[in-house]
């Protein structure tokens, strides 16, 4: 109620993460995309995730049986490397003209519970090659995949 009385009374609202990102994206590297999605993983913050994947990602990731589990799983997430990766097998996704892989190191710690983390979630150091897309200069990238 508050919120609703700070908003018609012109009292400004702090802008969301996701707000935030979204009016600086188009302006940020590949690797700044890949450190703001996992910054938006660990605050489970679902528009601020879905702000850093392509529109087809975001589709897959969205579903509620895949995403609370994971979104709920993650308790601290955060990125210690991220290297170009040219040679990585990784396939190119139709309808981008621009595509860049990385070799991202990452540490996951997972919330307690068992019922609530996702199985394929694993804690501690580890890796995956991550595509970035844009469909032209000045698009922002944006996250098509991920894995090894």
């Not at 908003?7 to 996701?18: I, K």
């Amino acid at each position: 109620m508050m919120d609703l009385l700070g908003r018609l009374f012109g009292r400004r609202q702090p802008e969301s993460p996701a707000a935030a990102w979204l009016r600086r994206r188009a302006q940020a590297e590949p690797a700044e995309v890949v450190v703001e999605h996992f910054r938006a993983i660990e605050a489970h913050d679902l528009e601020w995730i879905l702000a850093t994947l392509t529109p087809e990602r975001a589709r897959l990731y969205n579903s509620p049986s895949t995403f609370d589990r994971r979104r709920l799983s993650v308790k601290a997430a955060r990125v210690t490397r991220v290297a170009p990766a040219p040679d990585a097998p990784v396939a190119r996704v139709p309808g981008y003209a621009e595509q860049q892989v990385f070799r991202v190191e990452y540490e996951l710690e997972l919330a307690p519970g068992e019922a609530r983390r996702d199985p394929t979630l694993a804690e501690g150091p580890q890796w995956a090659y991550f595509l970035l897309v844009r469909e032209r200069a000045g698009e922002p990238w944006l996250i098509a995949d991920w894995g090894r």
